[in-house]
């Protein structure tokens, strides 16, 4: 079946350093769409990206998705320490519903 | 005020007890979703719904029951069968554009 993958499983940086998380499906995705996770809280979407080689941005994270519509990328520059949470993609399976990634935890040291 | 209600924020369930976690909402979604997340991990689809009165088994159902006889409303029953139901239970909605409205979540605990 459709398998998402995310790499890394976790990420340490120093305030200030830039981060990025990497999805790749086994499939062709119609779109990918990003999640974020803080902690004890519940995941809440990010954004949606369904073009081949669409690049969006919301302030300092930049997402993109790949040519082949089988990747996707997560970076955020100069990272604060509101960022700390658990990053996660998403794409639609056959059967209409959502297959996520294992998630990328970020922490920031202040 | 829109969105995705879930009861109770913390529940606790015994040796052989069915519990029912409360999933609404009032965005009209047609689409609803239950997934399981253990400590660091992802999320693990349960059950989902597409229509009232129609549901599918996720990824991990056994151990699960679930109904959809109302739009707004997406119970989930963790049955005695399940064997290891400790984990943090997420309800989510979603509509035409796919994207999906998530619930505060309920955390389960086996006393």
């Known amino acids: 079946g459709q398998q998402v993958m995310q790499i890394p499983q976790y990420q340490h940086v120093q305030e200030g350093e830039d981060f990025t998380t990497y999805c790749n499906s086994s499939t062709t995705l119609s779109n990918i769409q990003w999640y974020k996770q803080r902690p004890g809280g519940h995941p809440v979407f990010l954004i949606q990206l369904v073009k081949s080689g669409e690049v969006k941005k919301q302030k300092r994270l930049t997402f993109q998705f790949g040519e082949a519509k089988k990747n996707s990328s997560l970076h955020i520059t100069a990272t604060q320490t509101t960022d700390v949470g658990t990053y996660f993609c998403?794409?639609?399976?056959?059967?209409?519903?959502?297959?996520f990634g294992a998630g990328t935890r970020l922490t920031v040291k202040p | 005020d829109g969105g995705i209600t879930q009861s109770p924020k913390y529940l606790f369930r015994k040796e052989g007890q069915n519990v029912t976690l409360s999933c609404e909402q009032n965005?009209?979604?047609?689409?609803m979703y239950w997934y399981r997340q253990d400590p660091g991990q992802g999320l693990r689809l349960i059950y989902y719904s597409q229509i009232v009165n129609d549901f599918q088994k996720g990824d991990i159902a056994e151990g699960y029951s679930v109904s959809r006889e109302k739009k707004e409303s997406f119970p989930l029953t963790v049955t005695s069968a399940q064997k290891n139901p400790t984990a943090f239970y997420l309800c989510?909605?979603?509509?035409?554009?796919?994207?999906?409205?998530f619930g505060p979540g309920t955390r389960l605990l086996v006393l």
């Open positions: 998403a794409g639609p399976r056959n059967n209409n519903d959502m297959r």
């Open positions: 989510a909605s979603s509509g035409v554009q796919e994207t999906q409205y």
């Open positions: 965005l009209n979604h047609d689409a």
